[in-house]
């Protein structure tokens, strides 16, 4: 029983690995031609149709532009923060004009800085926008048309801006800008009603991508709309809001919320609309906007209930708007300070959470003493080491315990080969006789499987380990190791990866394979022979698993490896010492004569 136990272990462990990877490479093969495309769109710049005019509740309705509208450049008000820059059009009230000044392209930092935000000039329009709805039916509003004037700028920390339009009827619509020292922006929508009589509007803000970006697809990525409204995290992806959508007359979600937040999500970078007011009660939605073979995509907040400005008053409405890269402590310093709920939530930690968030704090302040996430990695492992070395003790001491008991296994097999049953009972007897467990090999592994998968999730998804070096060739570990056993390493001028994924063979992998390998031969050869089987392909087999993981993951499962290593040969040191200082003596049960030998072969 106890070796089903054992192979099931195994044949569990190498199924949830085998099964991750599945359904992962695909994604990983596919993304540098996503990542090429992407590229050579943004090269080719051709006009977005304009939205047209705005709905009730914030709905876009994507209309042409009326007749006489203006067709000279829009002026543009700049952006010059300690951490990004751009510009906001005065047409319109957009913000479609953003770069990162902190993040560039690629490791090489001659490449351009990312750019989050664009105008809708361009291939992939992508812009945060505050307007109104007049819902009396007879209030002139600003549209997507409108000239403002800006009073104040460049827009800066410290240095507010407003924006102002006046309709010629009595009410001036105003938004106010304020920016922080990182990515967020603070909107205050106000109206004034200098007019005879009182009028009805609702101010409302959205964010909207006049495409469907690139994905990367990978199932433990969520990418597309994302937000908790009344305490709930909504995640939809391109794909679902679309079918919703579809179901709905174009809403793939829409919720009432007090405190909440809604946005776009790619892997680093977010754009989100949060509340400020929690006693105001707010419409959230997600909306998919088809327009021929374009899908265009929209997340939107508007009160629900209208603003009623009678003569000589004013009514306003502030919000939030995060624009920038998914630092977990920045996201967590804006949840705590500003009462944004859950915003750390926007960084994708999955259903372990609770251990990948820790894992995140605990690499990220052995960064800040060693200056390297790849020695944070290597410290990182040894401190899970020592953590788990009690329960790792007791089963490397029964693992060496097989090991000595294996000569007294084979004489059981060999006594009782032609009555596998009552091999199969003497030989649970003299397991319980030396108490050991049989199982316990596969004990490490068990444990490596959560660690793993939470390691993966920080490694891939926290923006802090993007770009992130280690030593020689590993430029970027969470990137895979760029070398290649098939092209010598480099010597071939020619990557065989482009034929298929399975020709990807980077040094570090092999590294790993060659360590676990060592690791199991420590290890005393299984009794059944398919399981002896399984665990001389399991190097191989991880081998190739991890050759297209990041590189960080591979540095880890390797020095986990040689931290067994050390921690077996210790161990089974100290056991071998112990028996002969016993005498040798292994009790074995009364059906097997003490005077016997094993044989040998």
Known sequence: MDQKRLLAAIAISIGILLLFDFVNRP???????????QQQAAQVQQPAPAPGPVGPLGAPTDASPAAGAPTAPAARLDIDGPRVKGTISLRGARLDDLVLKDYHETVDRSSPLVRLLAPREGAAPYYAQWGWTALDGRTPVPGNETDWTAEGGPLA???????????????????????????????????????????????WSRLRRESTPPTQGFFILHEGFVGVLDGRLKEVTYKDGKSEAEKKSGLALEQETGAGWAGFTDKYWLTA?????????????????????????????????????????????ATRLFAGAKEVRLLDAYRDRLGIPDFD???????????????????????????????????????????????????????SRMKVLGPKMQEIRERYKDDPAKAQTEMMALYRTEKVNPASGCLPILLQI??????????????????????????????????????????????????????????????????????????PAPPDPVQAKIFQWMPLIFTFMLA?????????????????????????????????????AVAIPAAVPATAKPKKG
């Open 27 to 37: 994604a990983r093969e596919a993304e540098r031609a996503r990542l090429a495309q």
């Open 157 to 203: 920390p410290g240095k507010p801006v407003t924006l102002r339009w006046d309709n010629g009827q009595g009410q001036v619509f105003e938004i106010g800008l304020a920016l922080d020292e990182n990515y967020m922006l603070t909107a205050e929508q106000r109206v004034r009603n200098t007019g005879a009589e009182p009028v009805q509007v609702l101010p």
């Open 273 to 317: 609309i949060a509340t400020i007011d929690p006693a105001i009660r707010t419409k959230a939605s997600f909306r998919h906007v088809p327009e021929g073979n374009q899908d265009r995509w929209q997340a939107d907040f508007a009160p629900v209930a209208p603003q009623a400005v009678a003569p000589g008053a004013a009514a306003t409405l």
């Open 345 to 399: 939530k926007a960084v994708d930690f999955g259903w372990f959470y609770f251990l990948t968030k820790p894992f995140f704090f605990a690499l990220d302040f052995l960064f800040h003493i060693f200056g390297n996430f790849g020695i944070a990695i290597l410290v990182f492992t040894l401190a899970l080491k020592a953590a788990f070395f009690p329960l790792a003790n007791k089963s490397y001491k029964s693992m």
């Open 450 to 523: 959560p660690v793993f998968f939470s390691l993966y999730k920080v490694l891939f998804v926290t923006i802090e380990m993007r770009h992130a070096p280690f030593f020689g060739w590993i430029h970027d570990l969470s990137a895979p190791d760029p070398t290649n056993l098939f092209n010598l390493f480099g010597l071939i001028p020619y990557d065989p990866a482009q034929l298929t994924h399975y020709l990807h063979m980077p040094a570090w992998a092999l590294i790993m394979g060659a360590t676990m390998f060592l690791q199991q031969r420590l290890n």
């Open 548 to 584: 297209g993981m990041p590189a960080g993951l591979v540095i880890y499962w390797s020095w986990n490896n040689l931290l067994s290593i050390a921690q077996q040969w210790y161990i089974m040191r100290m056991e071998t010492q112990r028996k002969a200082q016993a005498g040798g």
